[in-house]
RNA sequence: GUGGGCGUAGCUCAGUUGGUUAGAGCGCCGGAUUGUGGCUCCGGAGGCCGGGGGUUCAAAUCCCCUCAUCCACCCCA
């Protein structure tokens, strides 16, 4: 509005004191949580070489980079995801660590698009990764430390929901079905849209763009759109290659049940998530009301470090964005009261106080107390209203009547009850 | 990138069929006979009505362009 040559870019925010309280509300949650389960923080550079993403995550995402030229006629990019950065970072130094590696991180993510509800083109993002580990154990370690960081911000199993899916099973029963694996991308792309899609278009695209007949086509909409494995056991079991996965997928809902969070997760084959590394269970978390976007993607990724130059070590891990969770959080009325925490709020009747105030105050501060006075002369009521205002526990009084018999009153400010203290206890 | 809605004080919004000096609530600042806050009351600052152009005697109100924002598409880390 005013002076518009110096409005923020669009998609980007600025987080005054309230905002900024918000965000660390939600990323010291995710901090808790990543601690709790033996995670540790890392971080890489927010700019990349642009082929990091372009050749590994798949060409798709070239349309919605940050991307220029630097001054060295580079072509770079503001990262828009994690994951390329840590496994490049883990082909430098996968070999020295102990396995499996666990690390998260919360960096600051970009990408160059029309900004929407949920959708900026700036975001946080919690990413949570566990490295050299195949077993489904570790799936499910994964899911539920998203799961929990959510539950850490006050959501509950009516609140949120983890779909699950695995590429694996659905590789295996789309060459049950014959489709050439040449088409997997096309149809996993179809699969994904099933939901926002015209059914009968849908079903077109999986004869067109699949290669299937019409009757396979009706079938695979109709296993796909089931919430249990049994179908799918009752329909294909007999074929080992789609047995063995139907078994990895149900021992790794075994596992998440085990750790209490079966009311958290539901089967969803529909699930396929976007890039094009994933290899294998994909998961994402939604609101229950599924008026937002995914709060939360991720899943197994066991080609990607080997691409990027390092060891060929299996991957798993998923990615959560502070905006949409945020929306999710002001709409449940889980917005914390942000309180100013304000030890001591000095008051002094004149100017005379002034010295002993600033005295006793940095006294206190060195003590690691937070203290506060007002700038300037003020009257009794208005610095009491600031110390209201700034949420002070209590309140330091210095006037003549108890400084003179070398004492300060003290006034708690949600009882209402005062005391007098000797100033030298003070100090 | 494509299409549609919207744009009035810091925030949430009023502004009659185009007609004189553009309003409210909240917030902010000041004050209510200077030793006590949260309530209440009084006062004040703050808007080229997103920006530019056009129609008209007259535009916040109508038209065009542009920017921002929201929704859908695209895409989804």
């Known amino acids: 509005m005013t002076k518009p040559i110096f409005a923020r870019l669009p998609g980007f925010r600025d987080f005054t004191p309230d905002e900024f309280a918000f965000r660390e509300h939600i990323l010291n949650a995710w901090r808790r949580v990543s601690t709790r389960y033996g995670f540790l923080e890392y971080d890489g550079p927010p700019l990349e070489p642009v082929g990091l993403y372009v050749e590994k995550s798949g060409e798709e ?37 102990a396995k499996p590696i666990r690390w998260f991180s919360v960096p600051q993510l970009f990408r160059y698009e029309r900004q929407q509800r949920g959708r900026l083109r700036e975001h946080f993002q919690w990413n949570v990764d566990i490295v050299g580990e195949e077993s489904v154990v570790a799936d499910a370690e994964v899911l539920a430390v998203g799961i929990d960081g959510l539950r850490e911000l006050g959501f509950g199993s009516n609140d949120i929901v983890a779909k699950i899916s695995d590429r694996r099973l659905l590789s295996s029963v789309l060459s049950a079905f014959g489709v050439d694996k040449k088409n997997f991308a096309n149809v996993f792309s179809i699969i994904d849209k099933l939901e926002r899609s015209d059914p ?70 529909r699930i396929v998530r976007g ?40 991957a798993v891990g998923f990615g959560m964005g502070d ?24 008051v002094i009747l004149t100017e005379e106080y002034r010295d002993l105030a600033l005295s006793i105050a940095h006294s206190c501060r060195d003590r690691g107390l937070s203290v506060l006075y007002g700038l300037s002369e003020q009257s009794v009521r208005k610095q009491f209203f600031a110390a209201g205002k700034y949420g002070a526990r209590e309140v330091i009084v210095l006037g003549p009547d108890e400084v003179s018999r070398g004492f300060a009153t003290i006034r708690d400010m949600d009882s209402g009850e005062e005391r007098e203290v000797p100033i030298e206890e003070l100090r």
């Open 200 to 269: 009968k278009r849908s079903l077109e695209r999986l004869q067109t763009e699949g290669g299937m007949s019409e009757s396979d086509a009706h079938e695979v909409l109709e296993l796909f759109g089931g919430k249990t494995l049994e179908e799918i056991a009752l329909r294909l079991g007999d074929r080992k290659d789609v047995s063995v996965e139907l078994e990895r997928l149900d021992s790794y809902l075994g596992k998440l049940e085990a750790m209490g969070l079966g009311p958290y997760v539901e089967l969803d084959l």
């Open 275 to 314: 890039l094009a590394y994933y290899t294998g269970i994909v998961f994402e978390i939604f609101d229950k009301k599924g008026e937002l976007r995914a709060i939360c993607g991720g899943g197994r990724y066991d080609g990607l470090l080997e691409l990027v130059g390092g060891d060929p070590l299996p």
């Open 323 to 346: 905006v949409v969770l945020g929306e999710l959080i002001r709409e449940k009325g889980l917005v914390p009261d942000i309180e100013a925490n304000t030890d001591y709020y000095i």
């Open 61 to 97: 995402i070239l349309g919605q980079l940050y991307n220029f030229q630097d001054k060295g006629e580079r072509e770079v990019s503001l990262r828009p995801e994690m994951t390329p950065s840590l496994a490049r970072i883990l082909a430098d130094h996968s070999r020295s660590l």
